[in-house]
Nanobody, 136 residues
Framework: RVQLVDSGGGSVQSGGSLRLSCETS??????????MGWFRQGPGNEREAVAL????????QYADSVKGRFTLTRDNAKTNSYLQMNNLTHKDPATYYC???????????????????????????WGKGTMLTVST
């Protein structure tokens, strides 16, 4: 069973930086998630995609609100991911979730040229979430 553990949240001042981590485990030898990345959910808001990456690489998809400030990276094994968040603002506080979709998405994402779905319901594997607060 695939498990994701996200961590690294905390409280920072406006303009500050923070790095989130996501460790995955439980993949069978020939199994993987076609897409993985980060979502966030603030109070009263729907969970939204922040940064997503296709397993085989390519362009990383970022939400417009974080482009130029957030950077998603992965380790060499492509099983763990990191979200470097810079220049944090009052619009960024939320619970951040690491996510990965199921292998059954592989063909569809490949046909789309590596474009990962951005709707949170298309992801079946989730971390428990790590909270970010930003103080002014």
């Amino acid at each position: 069973r695939v498990q994701l553990v996200d961590s690294g949240g905390g409280s920072v001042q406006s303009g500050g930086s923070l790095r989130l981590s996501c460790e995955t485990s439980g993949y069978d030898e020939d199994s993987y998630s076609p897409c993985m990345g980060w979502f966030r959910q603030g109070p009263g808001n729907e969970r939204e995609a922040v940064a997503l990456v296709f397993h085989k690489g390519g362009t990383i998809q970022y939400a417009d609100s974080v482009k130029g400030r957030f950077t998603l990276t992965r380790d060499n094994a492509k099983t763990n991911s990191y979200l470097q968040m810079n220049n944090l603002t009052h619009k960024d506080p939320a619970t951040y979730y690491c996510a990965a979709n199921g292998l059954h998405w592989s063909a569809r994402v490949s046909r789309s040229g590596g474009f990962c779905p951005s709707w949170w319901r298309d992801y079946g594997n989730w971390g428990k979430g790590t909270m970010l607060t930003v103080s002014t």
